[in-house]
């Protein structure tokens, strides 16, 4: 089953994306809050084939720096440092938190 999430963190262009069940019980399992998921699929930059049509999607330190240049705060960014996210097309799969890279 899945859900339509719409996802509006105050940017020009909020990012649309969907859950299923399986990535809603993680998101809340693993701790990552829903401002942290926002902003991460907003900027994330890093995108790697995974296998079976997925993606692996990451922030790169470049995206870390501008984080904080536009004053995000600095805990949050190092939340953000850690989340990896698992997505098939518009949908989120699963989200884990890394270790740093």
Not at 5 to 33: L, M, N
């Amino acid at each position: 089953m899945m859900q339509d999430i719409h996802v509006d963190i105050s940017r020009a262009s909020p990012y649309e994306f969907k859950h299923t069940r399986h990535s809603s019980q993680r998101v809340q399992q693993r701790g990552v809050a829903a401002t942290d998921l926002a902003v991460f699929l907003d900027y994330a930059d890093l995108i790697e084939q995974a296998g079976g049509g997925c993606e692996e999607w990451m922030l790169s330190r470049k995206v870390l720096g501008r984080l904080k240049w536009e004053g995000f705060p600095p805990q949050q960014i190092e939340r953000l440092s850690r989340i990896k996210a698992i997505m098939a097309g518009g949908t989120l799969v699963t989200v884990y938190k890394a270790t740093r890279h």
